[in-house]
T-cell receptor, first 112, second 116 residues
C-alpha cells in the first residue's frame, strides 16, 4: 500500500527566504505526482504536476522535482512572501490505478 | 469559466438521518472523486467515478454511496449519518490522461458536515 509522508509538518520562515518542502512515497511505481496548496477553510488548488518521466516542473517562483527511484519529491519556493502562507500537500497517482494518495501536508507560515 | 461547486457548504444533521452532498462540475471531466479531510488523517478517498454509470469504492467507503447519471454531477449520500462522519468533504474532478497529458485534479470548496 502506497504511503506518502511530508516533512516538516509545519514551517515558519521570515519573508524573502528560499525554502524546500519534502514529500516521500513508499512505492516508486507512480504515474505522476502533484503538489497542491490549501488555504484555511478552502479547497485544494493544483500548483504543479510532474509526470513519472519528468524530473522537474517550474511555475513562477515554484519548482518541483521528482526522483522516482528514491521515492522523493521536493517543492522549492523562492523568495517566499506572506501570501505563500498555506498548507502544501503532495499526492501521487499509481501506475496500476487512477487514484491519488495524499500526504498529510506541510503548514507554511511566512512572516512579514 | 469552468468550475466545480459543492452544496451545501455547511450542514448540521442528526445521527441516523440520510444526507446527500451535491457536487457539480462544468469542466466536462470524466473522472470525479469524493474525499474527506480529517485532522490526523489527511485526505482520504471515499468513492470515485470514471464516467457515467461508473462508480468505485475508495479507501473509506463504508456508510457512503454515490451514483453517476450524467457527466456533471456526482452526489454523495450518507445512508445513516454517524458522528464518525463529521468531517470536511471535498469533491474533485479530472480528465482522463491521454498520451501522457496533464491529469490535474480540480477541487470544489468543500462541505463541512457535522453529525450530532
Amino acid at each position: 500500500k502506497q504511503e506518502v509522508t511530508q516533512i516538516p509538518a509545519a514551517l515558519s520562515v521570515p519573508e524573502g527566504e528560499n525554502l524546500v518542502l519534502n514529500c516521500s512515497f513508499t512505492d516508486s511505481a507512480i504515474y505522476n505526482l502533484q503538489w497542491f496548496r490549501q488555504d484555511p477553510g478552502k479547497g485544494l488548488t493544483s500548483l504543479l504536476l510532474i509526470q513519472s518521466s519528468q524530473r522537474e516542473q517550474t511555475s513562477g517562483r515554484l519548482n518541483a522535482s521528482l526522483d522516482k527511484s528514491s521515492g522523493r519529491s521536493t517543492l522549492y519556493i523562492a523568495a517566499s512572501q506572506p501570501g505563500d502562507s498555506a498548507t502544501y500537500l503532495c499526492a501521487v497517482r499509481h501506475n496500476y490505478g487512477q487514484n491519488f494518495v495524499f500526504g498529510p501536508g506541510t503548514r507554511l507560515s511566512v512572516l512579514p | 469559466d469552468a468550475e466545480i461547486t459543492q452544496s451545501p457548504r455547511h450542514k448540521i444533521t442528526e445521527t441516523g438521518r440520510q444526507v446527500t452532498l451535491a457536487c457539480h462540475q462544468t469542466w466536462n471531466h470524466n473522472n470525479m472523486f469524493w474525499y474527506r479531510q480529517d485532522l490526523g488523517h489527511g485526505l482520504r478517498l471515499i468513492h470515485y467515478s470514471y464516467g457515467v454509470h461508473d462508480t468505485n469504492k475508495g479507501e473509506v467507503s463504508d456508510g457512503y454511496s454515490v451514483s453517476r447519471s450524467n457527466t456533471e454531477d456526482l452526489p454523495l449520500t450518507l445512508e445513516s449519518a454517524a458522528s464518525s462522519q463529521t468531517s470536511v468533504y471535498f469533491c474533485a474532478s479530472s480528465d482522463l490522461p491521454r498520451g501522457g497529458g496533464t491529469d490535474t485534479q480540480y477541487f470544489g470548496p468543500g462541505t463541512r458536515l457535522t453529525v450530532l
